[in-house]
Structures are given as C-alpha cells and as structure tokens.
C-alpha cells in the first residue's frame, strides 16, 4: 500500500505529522481525497474535518480555514486554527467559551473586541468538534 506524508500547521504548532494513505478536506466546492500519486494542486480550505487515514487508524483535525498543498510525494496544510478532534477536552472547552461570552458582554475599553471573538470561534469549534466524535463514538 502507497503512503505519503502530511504536516498539519496552525497557528498553534504542529497539529499532526504522520504518514497515511488518504486524506479528505473541506473544500468551497465540497470534500476532496487525496490519494498518493494525486496531481499537484493548491486549493482553500472551509471549515471543517480532514479526515486523515493510514492503515491501522483514522484520525480527524477540525479546522476553521486555510489552505491545503498536494504534491506528488507530501501534503502540506496551513490552518487558521486546528485541532485534533479526537483529542478535544468538552470541559477546557466550555470553560473558554463562557470566559470569552463574559468578556464580550462587558466590553471592556481595554479588551480587543476581535481577539475575543476569535477565542470565542475556536472554543466553539473545539466544542462542536469534540461533540461530534463523542456522538459518532456511541
């Protein structure tokens, strides 16, 4: 079975580095996979989960954006932000949530609207994402 490697990058670090044999993105015209030997390209990423898969696992990273490069032997992605869906802890999550609501309900001079807006999409996202795999898990 043909494999090749993929580096997931976010803001955040490395969010996986591996070897697989298929990845799907979220793309503005739908999901694509990628199978080794695919055809160059360079396409913009929509929210969403690549689904990577090797031969013994699947693992899911959801994203809020970015952009996906394919060559002939690598995947390399560029997200706004990520994270490992699999990995997503629902209270860390909710915590952040209710810290960034409260902090945009008082809106404080001081308090960079679009910062917490941000946090605020991320916590969202991780929830949403950790909830879908414990749902998918049941």
Request: hydrophobic residues 35%.
């Amino acid at each position: 079975m043909n494999n090749f490697e993929i580096e997931i990058l976010s803001p955040q670090g490395f969010i996986f580095k591996g070897e697989i044999h298929s990845a799907s993105f979220p793309t503005a015209k739908g999901t694509i996979t990628v199978l080794p030997g695919h055809e160059g390209l360079v396409t913009n990423l929509k929210h969403g989960e690549i689904i990577l898969k090797s031969s013994d696992s699947i693992k899911k990273v959801t994203i809020t954006g970015g952009f996906a490069e394919v060559t002939n032997k690598n995947i390399n992605v560029i997200a706004e932000f990520a994270v490992n869906s699999d990995n997503a802890n629902k209270h860390k999550i909710e915590q952040a949530v209710k810290l960034a609501k409260d902090m945009k309900e008082k809106r404080k001079k001081f308090v960079d609207m679009s910062v917490i807006e941000t946090e605020l999409k991320k916590s969202i996202t991780e929830l949403k994402s950790g909830l879908d795999t414990k749902r998918k898990g049941m």
